[in-house]
């Protein structure tokens, strides 16, 4: 990053670099926006910024990935394309700049070693990064939790997606070795430790890329606002579906449309995986979360109809080999990859049934 930042820049005087992670969810799909409860976990891939003041109000920030550079000068902010990898960097700016924390230009490099589009969230890391650095340079004092309230935001106005917080909060908190028990409601969190043993955690990506705000994501969250609403008619207390039991949701099942009625089935019955996924992982009872995991999965591809031929494929290779105890896609689906829970003796005979999706997929 120093070397790329000085033939960019020129010298690498009063250099900082900052690197958020990208993560994979454990278990907890779709619940966030819901005021639910996630577990994602930090991954050993990320974004990385060099950054330095300037002494004028200019800002020049270039992204090694796209190879492309964006200019301008603070306080003649024009909003970038939605979904261009420049307005989840500029976003940040913007309403850091809004809040008065910034108090002059600066130059910075972009770069990273997560895969766009798999499910990684990508995005949350380049927000998670910008923000980072920002704060590295000028010394404002910003919680993390708020942070990441500001890249949710990010994510609203300027990408145009409806995100819940978790993928934000988890760039942003999550340690290593650890899993990120997150009340999306509360914000209250625990850390949990991640003692699999000879067990690992698997990505698999599925080579699918998908575009998270025309995946249908913003179309999910429209049809559970209907379930609430429903819901709140009968039940004042009701908030989000966070609220809701499986009884109400087979109680009113009838004043449900068909599809409205399964994405309600699929969130609650997620929360309920997730805090017994939580008390397994805690208690060190891999088979129950890997149970969880498939169960997650399931629901997932046939009630919340997220998952994608790809993805059900690599899922049904994984569950019907020897060792895996779990297998679900993970992010947003509709592409992405695969997080799966394998014994590390099985994870050579996993990679080598991969043959069968690369030639079904005709990916070689």
Not at 276 to 298: I, K, P, T, V, Y
Request: proline share 2%; with cysteine.
């Amino acid at each position: 990053m120093r070397a790329q930042f000085q033939s960019h820049f020129g010298g690498a005087q009063d250099l900082s670099v900052v690197m958020a992670p990208g993560r994979v969810n454990l278990i907890g799909e779709y619940t966030d926006f819901n005021d639910g409860f996630v577990l994602p976990m930090t991954v050993d891939r990320g974004v990385y910024i060099g950054i330095r003041p300037r002494r004028d109000d200019r800002v020049s920030v270039i992204s090694l990935k796209f190879n492309e550079t964006v200019t301008y000068d603070l306080g003649a902010f024009a909003q970038p394309k939605a979904g261009h990898w420049s307005c989840y960097v500029l976003g940040v700016v913007e309403e850091l700049r809004l809040l008065g924390l910034i108090s002059s230009g600066f130059e910075a490099v972009i770069d990273g070693n997560l895969n766009l589009g798999a499910g990684l969230s990508s995005s949350a890391a380049v927000e998670t990064a910008t923000a980072l650095a920002l704060q590295t340079i000028f010394k404002f004092t910003m919680p993390r939790a708020d942070i990441a309230a500001l890249c949710q935001r990010v994510e609203h106005r300027y990408a145009g997606v409806m995100c819940g917080i978790m993928d934000q909060f988890a760039s942003g908190l999550g340690r290593a070795n650890h899993a990120l028990m997150l009340d999306c409601r509360s914000l209250s969190y625990v850390d949990i430790p991640v003692t699999l043993g000879d067990h690992r955690v698997v990505i698999i990506s599925s080579e699918v890329k998908r575009e998270l705000a025309a995946s249908a994501y913003n179309e999910r969250r429209a049809q559970c606002e209907e379930g609430v609403a429903l819901f709140k008619q009968y039940d004042p207390s009701v908030r989000a579906l966070r609220d809701v039991t499986l009884d109400q949701v087979n109680a009113h099942a009838s004043e449900l449309s068909d599809i409205v009625r399964r994405r309600c089935s699929h969130v609650v019955s997620e929360n309920m995986r997730v805090l017994n996924a939580s008390a397994a992982l805690g208690g060190g009872d891999l088979e129950a979360f890997g149970a969880l995991m498939n169960a997650s999965h399931q629901s997932l591809r046939d009630d919340f109809e997220v998952s994608c031929d790809e993805l059900d494929c690599l899922v049904d290779i994984a569950q019907g080999t020897a060792g895996v105890l779990g297998s679900r896609m993970t992010g947003a689906g509709f592409g992405g990859c695969t997080v799966t829970l394998v014994h590390q003796d099985a994870i050579e005979g996993l990679k080598a049934r991969l043959a069968d999706y690369e030639a079904r997929f005709a990916l070689k």
